[in-house]
């Protein structure tokens, strides 16, 4: 600012005018404000320079040769392209390229409003339909037993750059319940607001137990608990959480922060992408296809399972125990039924188990130990150390061999290690169930399970005991 | 008199652009005419403003060299 001038100090009492104002009046829409008349603090800075200067003229004080210096009219430019930013913001949403770019900025600087959404409720079937068609926020569904109607009731909260906007888009979606044959519609009108509005609603509903559910999402979690019934839930990004359902489930989610469903009576059916899933207590077949990224925790699985990942695909036929699997690692006990097991990159582990596996590895370490009566084991891998540990006393028929690498025989007889040119191979047994196990590169082991290795799951029947030859 | 013109014609020129840039976008903003529409006038006045500056200033003396004449 120039030195003598009154316009660098007016600027300072402006803008903590405009912050003090702020504060004392927090409902004062002082973004409009600038917006619309930022124009006005150029002319009034304009009309006090001439002043000044024309002031200076007359009182025959030297007069400077440009009334507004390069630093001025670097701050005028500022000053313009903020204003003129703000103002098309404002007013202009169609000159952004799209709305989501609006939707985006709408959530960066606008301001949140909550309301309460008016409870609405419908009497229904025993067993009707609940369709909660496409919202964007979070839904909890409880089933009741006493119920005969569908209540939903909730919050909803607007996101805005000015308060008449969410006003207005409040009004503009009501929160309903629409019969349709025996099928009772949850509709929040979200898509009736303007691209200058983003709402989100938090839904109560309480349905009669033997329902069905079924709901469409953008983005928002889904909790549904207690129902008789299907369960249906498809999203472009939502966590799922379900928990007591006497249906079928099924889950297909372009994105997901976690899937989680315990004691389910009927199948599940996951698809899509997502991170963390956790599923326990499931009577029905489970079925996933999709790929999923975080920690996945598995237990307690009635039927078969069945898991197809673009990095692992496994099947079992009962899963009394429970399988791990995060990054670079699979961690699976107590698994009952022809195990199938394939998988690229990552280390395995296997404990209890008593029929048949087949597993193929591209790359990790595999350490399986197999139950006291123990199985048909087919395994190869193409990096990566192989250990297996095997019951005193168990019949089996070992051959296991490693191109290049180490090999050690901690069990002892009847094995015997034959040395290769890079590798070796263990093999012998005393008669039984084949154990075919290879490894292109990588340690050989294969010792004495200890005894708290070889405990049973209190549901299976004991083994007879083996006869020693 | 020349002089104090010239400066002051020189000086005034930033804040009446300024002016005139702020009101342009004020009659914008207030739906009286579009900027679109009116910003050539901020380059006419700019030009005027230059005009007045040029008719102010004090004319160029030629120099005919140092009194004696040439030593040619």
Same mark, same amino acid.
Not at chain 1, 63 to 71: E, V
């Given at each position: ?16 005018? !405009? ?30 320079? %001439?002043? *000044?200067? !024309? ?37 202009? $949403? ?11 900025? +709408? ?8 309301? $309460? ?15 909660? *068609? ?8 409880? @089933?009741?037993?006493?119920?005969? $109607? ?21 009004? *503009? ?14 509709? $929040? ?12 609603? *938090? ?40 928990? &007591?359902? @006497? ?5 297909? !989610? ?15 059916? !996951? ?89 193929? %590895? ?20 193409? &990096? ?9 006393? &168990? ?9 290049? @690498?180490? +090999? ?8 015997? +290690? ?18 075919? %196990?290879?490894?292109?590169? @990588? ?27 | ?72």
């Amino acid at each position: 600012m120039r030195r003598g001038s009154v316009i660098g100090p007016l600027i300072l009492i402006g803008i903590g005018g !405009l912050f003090l104002l702020r504060n004392v009046w927090p409902e004062i829409p002082l973004v409009d404000i600038i917006a619309k008349y930022w124009p006005f603090v150029l002319i009034a800075w304009g009309g006090l320079r %001439l002043i *000044e200067i !024309l002031l200076w003229a007359t009182l025959s004080k030297p007069i400077p040769r440009n009334g507004i210096s390069g630093s001025e009219w670097m701050l005028v430019f500022l000053i313009c392209i903020v204003g003129g930013t703000m103002y098309t913001a404002r007013h202009y $949403t169609a000159w952004f390229p799209t709305g989501r770019a609006f939707h985006g900025m +709408v959530m960066d600087f606008g301001d949140s409003y909550d309301y $309460t959404l008016a409870p609405v409720e419908k009497p229904c079937a025993k067993n009707c339909k609940v369709l909660i *068609e496409s919202f964007r926020g979070n839904a909890k569904i409880t @089933g009741s037993k006493d119920a005969t $109607t569908v209540n939903a009731s909730g919050r909803e909260t607007v996101r805005s750059f000015q308060q008449a906007d969410a006003d207005k888009a409040n009004k *503009e979606m009501p929160l309903e319940l629409i019969q349709q044959g025996d099928q009772i519609i949850v509709r $929040t009108n979200q898509d009736r607001v303007s691209d200058r509005t983003r709402a989100t609603a *938090e839904l109560e509903i309480t349905v009669p137990i033997g329902s069905s559910v079924e709901g469409h999402g953008r983005t928002g979690d889904f909790d549904i608990q207690t129902l008789n019934g299907n369960v249906d839930i498809n999203s472009d990004n939502a966590g799922v959480r379900l928990e &007591s359902i @006497g249906g079928d489930v099924r889950v297909d !989610l372009r994105k997901s922060d976690i899937i989680r469903a315990i004691g389910v009576k009927g199948s599940v059916d !996951l698809k899509g992408h997502g991170q963390d899933v956790e599923l326990q207590n499931i009577d029905g077949q489970v079925t996933v296809a999709g790929t999923y990224t975080g920690q996945i925790q598995l237990s307690n699985l009635a039927k078969p399972l069945r898991w197809e990942d673009s990095q692992i695909s496994v099947s079992c036929e009962k899963l009394p125990g429970q399988i791990h699997m995060g990054l670079g690692e699979f961690t699976a006990d107590n698994l009952i039924g022809p195990i199938r097991l394939n998988a690229r990159s990552r280390d395995i582990q296997i404990s209890d188990f008593s029929q048949a596996l087949d597993l193929t %590895l591209e790359r990790g370490n595999i350490d399986l130990r197999p139950g006291k009566n123990t199985p048909k084991i087919d395994v190869h891998t193409r &990096s990566g150390d192989l250990e297996l540990a095997l019951t005193e006393g &168990s019949k089996f028929d070992l051959k296991a061999s490693t191109d290049r @690498g180490e +090999v050690h025989n901690d069990f002892g007889a009847p094995l015997r +290690v034959d040395e290769t040119n890079h590798g070796a191979t263990i093999t012998g047994g005393s008669g039984g169930p084949q154990l075919r %196990l290879e490894t292109g590169r @990588g340690a050989l082991t294969v010792r004495k399970a200890s005894a708290d290795e070889v405990t049973l799951p209190p549901d299976t029947p004991k083994p007879p005991k083996p006869i020693r030859q | 008199m020349n002089d104090i013109s010239y400066n002051l014609i020189q000086a005034i020129r930033g804040p009446i652009m300024l002016i005139a840039l702020g009101s342009l976008v004020a009659m914008d903003y207030f739906g009286v005419y579009g900027f679109g529409r009116t910003w050539p006038i901020l380059i006419i006045l700019f030009g005027v403003l230059k005009l007045l500056e040029k008719v102010t200033a004090r004319p160029v003396v030629q120099d005919s060299g140092p009194a004696g004449g040439s030593a040619i």
